[in-house]
């Protein structure tokens, strides 16, 4: 029995200032336990790591400046840099897997779990935000604060400046609310945005859903459910984005404040920087 599983998930948005604005919509995500992946792509025959398939996860889409190797090694490598200094049993990638080769993931959350007494014990989360200018930041959340409402595994949080240009309609200069439950048979994770002076809440967004089985069969189930998901999840961002200027929401170019855009990963200057 892996590990690794799938979730149903849904996405919600809604925008309180300078405009009202709300969506949602249903996607489905791989939970990966890194070690897993060799054994995850010998069993199946729909999904692929590091190669083409209908169903597909490629290591090199994820945290692109934490040094070579395995991903495994690569997460190893992000939180030292962060000041994790905890040793590390396990780590979880919740994330969008490619479709038909595409993917665009807004953001994904790598689950650290270290060794308790008796049994593995989550630790922190890794959350990693991601741009349609193909750049991305990676942000440290350790705080525990709670068990979840929906299940008894901790809730980590973390508030920090975004200083990342995520969508032209928010402010550099606003904070995120990360709110992450370890999920389970459910998963329930909160990400606001909050103004940078009031702390008022500008965006709420959250992702939900249950696990299922990492099988052939669900992923082939998930895949007719959503086809072309991926696809999808940047064609929505697009339409929405269009109607937030139809709603003459106030728009800030990603050139204005470029001090306010600190430890990002492009992927032009990391590939630079290896040849």
């Known amino acids: 029995m892996f590990n690794s599983r799938l979730y149903r998930c849904r996405v919600y948005h809604e925008r309180y200032r300078p405009r009202t604005h709300k969506f949602s919509y249903g996607v489905f995500m791989l939970c ?27 290591e090199a889409d994820h945290l ?4 070579q190797g395995s991903l495994l090694a690569r997460v190893r490598s992000c939180l030292a840099e962060h000041g994790f200094r905890e040793s590390v049993q396990r780590i979880e990638l ?8 595409y993917v665009f993931n807004p953001v994904s959350f790598y689950f650290i779990y270290g060794q308790g007494p008796e049994h593995e014990v989550p630790r922190a989360v890794l959350v990693e935000v991601s741009n349609t ?7 440290l959340a350790e705080e525990k604060i709670a068990a979840g409402c929906l299940s008894q595994r901790p809730v980590f949080r973390s508030v920090v400046p975004k200083h990342f ?3 032209p309609f928010g402010k550099l200069d606003d904070c ?3 709110i992450v439950p370890f999920p389970d048979e459910r998963l329930k994770i909160c990400i606001d945005t909050l103004d940078g002076e009031s702390g008022d809440k500008v965006l709420v967004s959250s992702l939900s859903g249950k696990s299922l089985i ?3 069969r669900n992923l082939l189930g998930e895949f007719f459910r959503h086809p072309l998901m991926t696809f999808k999840v940047i064609a929505m961002i697009h339409f929405h984005a269009l109607l937030l200027l139809l709603k003459r929401t106030p728009f800030y170019k990603k050139e204005d404040k470029p001090h306010l855009q600190t430890e990002v990963i492009n992927p032009r200057h990391v590939r630079e920087k290896r040849a």
Do not use: C, H, W
């Open 32 to 58: 990966l336990d890194l070690a897993e992946l060799p054994q995850l792509a010998n069993k199946s025959r729909l999904f692929a790591v590091n190669r083409p398939a209908l169903v597909s996860f490629y």
């Open 64 to 67: 692109l400046d934490s040094g």
């Open 94 to 101: 919740l994330t969008y897997p490619r479709i038909f080769g």
């Open 133 to 139: 200018f193909k750049e991305m930041k990676v942000y």
């Open 165 to 167: 240009y995520v969508s």
């Open 176 to 178: 995120f609310d990360f």
């Open 214 to 216: 990492f099988s052939d």
